[in-house]
């Protein structure tokens, strides 16, 4: 069954086979940010959490740094039951901020999107990648790209995450999950069945208690198991649908592509100066091919921005941004330049030098003036 785990990576790709499918997942992640912002948290048990101001202490944990979870406290916990588990430890409750995270995730995602062929964002700090373009279909290759996005986003953003490249998008998620923190696995087709083999099925996406507790009781433990079972086998019990998905993905044969999805929020692209720099047209220079992604993007997604913001960030890696909100939503070219180069001058002056430059549209809205033009002259 395991055609394309049997053939050489050349063979397979030959026969358009095998993929380099990669995902990526932030460590610990609101954690880490708390951490990141606070190194004086470092050494503490840190608990995010989600606060229902009902008494003082109801609520749950949203997530812990790594510290806490040896000591048993686990995301979804009640406060009150992680507080006891921690009674007499010094450890630091902090209450979620979703939009600082947001922010780290946009700027994360980016750089991971700068760096693969498609991308798929499948939660705030996660996300499917393909890089079989890019790598020529080769592991190796590959393996040097994941470790260089992975040190693109802590140098960057000071995160760390965990990445999985393997041949498919199943088999990717549980790489991923391998080695945490800061872990790279990579999974080549040759070595899919030894490393599926042996987890656990609930360990497959998709895959709740439910169905594992169902699977046990056709002897079914492992993902080894279920590759074994054949789909009439499975078809009692879950129906055809649900027979096949668990039948191929335990099998390492799901073939689903990696899709950009939905809508994003927002696009940007932050460059390094070639040196430290106050001179607005200096930097502008080396700002336009950022701002033609940018612009190339808006069109492509066929977006109307309404917020265009230049990000500035100094030797000390501080960041500042300048922003400015336009009347009507536009997709206008110019418009960006002008505002690139109004909001870069006001920046520099209040700064000084500055080490990178981004540029930011967001505030995406259908403009209906402009969409009824855009299909006139189409
Ligand atoms: P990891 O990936 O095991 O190192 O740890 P996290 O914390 O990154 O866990 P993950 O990837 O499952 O979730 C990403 C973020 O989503 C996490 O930092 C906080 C939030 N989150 C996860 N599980 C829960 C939950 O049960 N309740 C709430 N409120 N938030 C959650
Ligand atoms: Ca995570
Ligand atoms: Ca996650």
Redesign the pocket.
């Known amino acids: 069954m395991q055609c394309n785990t049997l053939k050489s990576n050349g063979e397979a790709l030959a026969e358009g086979l095998t993929r380099l499918v990669g995902h990526l997942?932030?460590?610990?992640?609101?954690?880490q940010v708390e951490e990141l912002e606070n190194p004086s948290l470092r050494n503490l048990p840190v608990l995010v959490c989600?606060y229902s101001g009902r008494t003082e202490d109801s609520g749950?944990v949203?997530?812990a740094n790594y510290r806490a979870r040896e000591l048993g406290v686990r995301?979804?916990i009640p406060i009150a039951s992680a507080k006891k588990r921690l009674a007499g430890i010094e450890a630091a409750f902090i209450r979620m901020d979703r939009e600082k995270y947001e922010g780290y995730s946009e700027r994360v995602m980016e750089i991971l999107r700068e760096n693969v062929d498609v991308m798929e964002q499948t939660?705030?700090?996660?996300a499917f990648f393909d890089i079989t373009k890019r790598s020529g279909g080769s592991f190796e290759a590959g393996t040097e790209m994941a470790s260089i996005i992975k040190s693109q986003i802590l140098q960057r953003e000071r995160l760390t995450c965990s990445v999985g490249i393997a041949p498919t998008k199943i088999s990717a998620k549980l790489a991923s999950d391998f080695k945490?923190?800061d872990g790279l696995t990579v999974v080549r087709p040759s070595e899919l069945t030894d490393f599926m083999e042996p987890m656990l099925v609930e360990k497959l996406y998709g895959i709740g208690d439910k169905t594992a507790k169902a699977l046990q009781g056709i002897g079914v433990v492992t993902i080894g198991d279920l590759a074994r079972k054949d789909i009439p086998q499975l078809d009692d019990l879950f129906g055809q649908k649900m027979a096949v998905y668990l039948h191929t993905s335990a099998s390492g044969e799901d073939d689903e592509p990696v899709q950009e999805r939905g809508q994003a929020t927002q696009i940007s692209r932050i460059i390094t100066l070639k040196r430290n720099s106050r001179d607005p047209d200096e930097i502008l220079t080396q700002l336009a091919p950022a701002l033609d992604y940018v612009q190339r993007r808006v069109v492509e997604e066929d977006l109307f921005f309404r917020s265009i913001s230049v990000i500035g960030i100094l030797s000390d890696l501080s960041i500042k941004t300048r922003t400015k909100t336009l009347e009507a939503p536009t997709s206008d070219s110019s418009t960006l330049n002008r505002a690139a180069s109004e909001l870069l001058g006001a920046l520099v002056s209040e700064l000084g030098d500055l080490r990178r430059v981004g540029i930011k549209v967001a505030d995406f809205e259908e403009s209906k003036e402009q969409s009824s033009l855009s299909e006139f002259l189409r």
């Open positions: 997942d932030l460590d610990y992640f609101y954690a989600v749950v949203s997530t995301s979804g939660g705030i700090d996660e945490k923190p």
